[in-house]
Nanobody, 124 residues
Framework: QVQLVESGGGLVQAGGSLRLSCAAS????????MGWFRQAPGKEREPVAA????????YYADSVKGRFTISRDNAKNTVYLQMNSLKPEDTAVYYC?????????????????WGQGTQVTVSS
């Protein structure tokens, strides 16, 4: 089991930036694909970005391509989500997730571990 703790959420104006961090502990976290999901009020949880264990392949939802960047530092057991040019529609609770592959996480929604979530609010 992998334990995940997110940080870095907050309130920002439209056009601003935030960087989310996800600290992982437990089993060999470097062997997991990692991702970020988000859930807005009244909506289903959706994948935002994901990255392979080696960091060489990434996935982005169309709505965030060109604005968000996912990265990981396996030495620090940490995954990051740099969010630029934020929009009010990015407002949601953002969750860190661990899984076997990008596809299993984003298509099959097979998630091994979830973080507790961090709120991101973008004001217009």
């Amino acid at each position: 089991q992998v334990q995940l703790v997110e940080s870095g959420g907050g309130l920002v104006q439209a056009g601003g930036s935030l960087r989310l961090s996800c600290a992982a502990s437990g089993r060999t976290v470097s062997s997991y694909a990692m991702g970020w999901f988000r859930q807005a009020p009244g909506k289903e949880r959706e994948p935002v970005a994901a990255i392979t264990w080696s960091g060489d392949i990434t996935y982005y939802a169309d709505s965030v391509k060109g604005r968000f960047t996912i990265s990981r530092d396996n030495a620090k057991n940490t995954v990051y989500l740099q969010m630029n040019s934020l929009k009010p529609e990015d407002t949601a609770v953002y969750y860190c997730a661990a899984g076997h592959t990008i596809r299993s996480m984003t298509v099959n929604r097979s998630i091994g571990s979830w973080g507790q979530g961090t709120q991101v609010t973008v004001s217009s």
